[in-house]
RNA sequence: GCACUCGUAGCUCAGCUGGAUAGAGCGCCGCCCUCCGAAGGCGGAGGCCACAGGUUCGAAUCCUGUCGAGUGCGCCA
């Protein structure tokens, strides 16, 4: 059990011995109670608000109350020393001998160290990518790729069990124009010049394969016949092969779902019509029709009356069609059936969308909260644009010339490690720059290299300390200093980190917590440049060697199970 | 017009789901560097956390309003 789920379970058996002596009220809502580290180190190890937050239900004043907890607090083995501070604060000091134990703890866990049960029996669906299967990928989905796959593994760690999943949109109008572009490409490959491929068709030469394929496969049986005998086989077939090129290039950013689900199937299998049913038995579907947009005027606005779902009721500003007046499914209709049978397969879900589908969020939580009856969580995460940046100047692309710039061509270029981590280095929601020569650079201020670096430095000591013959002993701990202490203490943190980025759905700070680790440890690092006597590996004395080089070791652990749950291989040597 | 995401140092951004004196990197100023792994180190200046109210022991964080930025808006996907 790491420090601070340990120390949270002392605070429950400590409150509920006060209870059973009457000095606090039964049934007081603990909620808000934390065990937690203060910001100012000068405070102690950990802090606790439980007087404060207590005081008032209890009837009693924080300082008193404090006081009550500390004598309890200090009886504990691992606690050195209490204090209250402030208004109320119980500011603890823990034993050297309770960090040693947890550097040892990290040892011991080793890559399970900051792994929790947390999320235990809760089962999360985490819907990311979702890329239309029209072409390649661009670096337009790969910040989203990268969010969502990372959180997906963070989720896995904090014990949930975890479904990795891909929509994909084959039912609406844009496979449709897929395959007609397919088809141009179809008659090309049989000899015909087709000259430039017109505006409103897909242009990129990624599908002048699928041309051919269908060439060899079907001859020329298809050149001038009726869009009704080609389109649903060339839309088929179209998809698919996007969807392998989707796939070959999600792979070179090492991620994989695991369940693919067809708009397609979905419909075919009647599942919006389901959904549909069970709206309008609970009157959350009616007929009836829109409104007129406000704002610009629409010139060819007619109202016509549509089966519209009630999500005004949940906070929406409008009721949202489910079909279209021609009878199809509006892409919220299905969709809406999509999160159903999502919600009915896992306990809570989560979407990562990108921040220009923002506008689309309210509808879609309220059709997941109509159907669940309230009862799953879902989130939907938004991620924000990447500006790419070459020598500082924003990368042009045109979408309709089809030269964006691809995924593969940017995980080609920096890597996949580099593209993993700079994706997580800001929160999803915040607008982020990626600029190919920054991303690379070997120094302070690219956290890649910075983490990367503590982590080859630590394996160079290892190298180091072998090459050198020291005779390496058990450590002993009581010879940890102060510096290296405030390094076990950062390290003990990272259980709460990933708690904490789990909970909120947040993979970026694992990032944040990395940069600091690492900026922690290279600072322990410097000091042995000034001062000899601070180095890791003193040949002269193999007891400290042993220590420190133990403690190295487990924050070079540390570093690797935070840059694994971001998808990043931790380096031993720096090229 | 409406919704969404935001507004924190000169710049780019963190801020642990309400805690103590708001942090980091870059940039700027001053020292140091033949150092286990060069790709630097130490220190300093720099803030009305957009603004105004409210909630409470306590607010950058929650609520309301104002201002400002970005994104999106129809039976598209």
Redesign the pocket.
């Known amino acids: 059990m790491t420090l601070y789920v340990r120390f949270a379970a002392h605070m429950e058996a400590l409150l509920d011995a006060m209870e059973a002596a009457g000095e606090l009220p039964g049934g007081l809502n603990r909620k808000?109670v934390?065990v937690?580290?203060?910001?100012?180190p000068?405070?102690g190890d950990l802090?606790t608000?439980a007087a404060?937050?207590l005081a008032?239900p209890a009837g009693t004043n924080?300082r008193e109350l404090a006081g009550k907890i500390a004598a309890r607090l200090e009886a504990l083995p691992e606690v050195a020393e209490v204090s209250v501070?402030?208004?109320?604060?119980l500011?603890m000091r823990l034993t050297p001998e309770t960090w040693a134990a947890e550097l040892r703890e990290i040892e011991h866990l080793a890559g399970d160290y900051g792994r929790s049960d947390s999320g235990k029996g809760i089962s999360v669906n985490v819907e990311y990518v979702s890329a239309?299967p029209t072409g390649p990928m661009h670096m337009g989905h790969c910040r989203g790729a990268v969010v969502g796959d990372a959180l997906a593994t963070l989720l896995q760690y904090a014990g949930h069990e975890v479904t990795r999943e891909y929509y994909i949109?084959d039912a609406?109008?844009?496979v449709d124009v897929l395959a007609r572009s397919v088809h141009l490409r179809y008659r090309e490959a049989l000899g015909e010049d087709v000259g430039e491929i017109p505006e409103g068709l897909y242009p990129g030469a990624y599908l002048v394969p699928v041309g051919h394929h269908l060439a060899t496969h079907y001859g020329s049986r298809f050149v001038d016949a009726p869009e009704s005998e080609w389109l649903v086989l060339f839309r088929q077939t179209a998809v698919a092969e996007m969807m392998e090129m989707i796939r070959a290039d999600l792979a070179l950013l090492g991620i994989h779902h695991d369940v693919f689900s067809s708009e397609a199937e979905l419909q075919a299998a009647g599942k919006p019509e389901a959904a549909e049913a069970w709206l309008r038995v609970h009157d959350l579907v009616y007929d009836g029709v829109?409104e007129a947009?406000?704002?610009e005027v629409?010139e060819d606005?007619?109202p016509?009356e549509?089966p519209l779902f009630r999500s005004t009721k949940y906070g929406d500003?409008q009721d949202?069609?489910i079909k279209?007046?021609?009878g199809q499914w509006?892409?919220?209709g299905a969709d809406m059936a999509y999160h159903y049978q999502k919600a009915q397969k896992s306990d809570q879900l989560i979407d990562i969308w990108g921040?220009?589908?923002?506008?689309?969020?309210?509808r879609i939580q309220a059709a997941v909260a109509a159907l669940t009856e309230g009862k799953a969580r879902f989130d939907v995460k938004?991620v924000?644009m990447v500006r790419l940046l070459r020598d500082g100047e924003p990368v042009k692309m045109s979408k309709r010339a089809g030269n964006f710039v691809t995924l593969a061509d940017v995980v080609n270029e920096v890597g996949k490690d580099v593209v993993r981590f700079t994706m997580l280095t800001?929160?999803a929601?915040?607008?982020?720059?990626f600029d190919f020569a920054k991303v690379v650079e070997?120094?302070?201020?690219n956290p890649v290299f910075y983490v990367q670096?503590a982590h080859?430095?630590i394996?160079?000591?290892g190298r180091?300390a072998q090459e050198a013959g020291v005779p390496l002993s058990e450590p002993d701990m009581s010879l940890l200093g102060t510096e290296e202490l405030a390094l076990v203490k950062l390290a003990a943190q990272f259980p709460?980190i990933v708690e904490?980025a789990a909970?909120?759905r947040?993979p970026?700070?694992i990032a944040?917590y990395l940069n600091d680790l690492a900026?922690a440890f290279?600072?322990w690092?410097?000091m042995?440049?000034?001062d000899p006597a601070r180095?890791?590996?003193m040949v002269d004395d193999p007891q400290i060697t042993s220590v420190r080089l133990f403690l190295a070791r487990q924050i070079g652990q540390i570093i690797r199970n935070g840059l694994a749950l971001m998808g990043v291989e931790a380096l031993?040597?720096?090229q």
């Open positions: 808000p934390t937690e580290p203060p910001r100012d000068s405070h802090a608000n404060m937050v008032k924080p501070a402030g208004p109320g604060f500011n239309n949109n609406g109008g844009q829109l947009p406000k704002g629409p606005w007619e016509v549509l500003d949202r069609p279209k007046s021609n509006t892409y919220f921040a220009d589908h923002a506008g689309t969020v309210k938004l924000q800001r929160k929601d915040a607008q982020m720059d070997a120094s302070k201020d670096y080859a430095r394996a160079s000591l180091r709460r904490g909970q909120n947040e970026h700070r944040f900026a290279h600072g690092w410097n042995g440049n000034d180095r890791v590996i031993s040597e720096m």
